[in-house]
């Protein structure tokens, strides 16, 4: 298996609602990693985990909660969000070699996120 | 940080031409370097990938090649098709970031028939 999966597909959501995105794989991948990406422009990055500890939080603003249950499984909790946080979420694997090398990301197909 | 220049932002080829992307960078510790390919609401495809180790690595019809000294890499694909129409992210990292990409702004390629 070579994927990375991720739902919903689509999601829209009222600023006052809390909403979740899933992501997992099942590459034995031990770094994950959220991207957010607007229309026209490349993917930036969120967060990333290693190990399912987090290594990297691009000062994110806290209505976003990244969150990492196992070493599959990547959450990214979605609260009070405003409408410029409309975008397409992408979550990434990757192995970490030993030594903290990593290599290729694996990208999932995305969450196309619309807030009202 | 890490900056990394894209161009050109759109680039439209004849089926069977080829198309050339450029991208430099900022950071001279970045030391590796992926092409991402990514399609209409498809997440981003990784379709070949430099280590700065390398100056030049070939998959059938695609090739990057990096010139450290220079602070650049490029991305060739000969004999384009229209399924090679997409946008095309370069990027770089470096272990010391803990493996964060920084990516160039796209460029749109569009392979006419």
């Known amino acids: 298996d070579t994927e990375v999966t991720q739902t919903p597909k689509h999601l829209v959501m009222g600023m006052t609602n809390k909403k979740s995105l899933k992501c997992e794989q099942h590459m034995g991948h031990r770094a994950m990693y959220w991207y957010k990406q607007k229309a026209k422009k490349p993917p930036e990055l969120m967060f990333v985990?290693?190990?399912?500890?987090?290594?990297i939080n691009e000062s994110v603003p806290s209505r976003f909660s990244p969150e990492c249950p196992n070493s599959s499984l990547l959450n990214l909790h979605l609260h009070a969000l405003q409408p410029e946080d409309s975008a397409l979420y992408l979550c990434a694997s990757s192995q970490v070699f030993a030594g903290g090398s990593y290599n290729e990301q694996f990208f999932g197909p995305g969450t196309r996120l619309t807030v009202l | 940080g890490e900056n990394v220049e894209q161009h050109p932002s759109t680039l439209s080829v004849q089926e069977g031409d080829s198309a050339v992307i450029k991208c430099t960078y900022s950071d001279s510790a970045s030391n590796y370097f992926p092409w991402y390919k990514q399609e209409l609401g498809k997440g981003p495809q990784l379709i070949i990938d430099i280590r700065s180790n390398v100056g030049e690595k070939k998959d059938q019809r695609i090739a990057v090649t990096l010139n450290k000294t220079a602070k650049h890499f490029s991305l060739h694909i000969t004999e384009t098709q229209p399924e090679d129409s997409a946008v095309y992210f370069c990027?770089?990292?470096?272990?010391?970031?803990?493996?964060?990409?920084?990516f160039g702004g796209g460029t749109r390629v569009l392979v006419k028939p």
């Open positions: 990027a770089a990292s470096k272990k010391a970031a803990g493996n964060k990409l920084t």
């Open positions: 985990y290693s190990y399912e500890k987090l290594s």
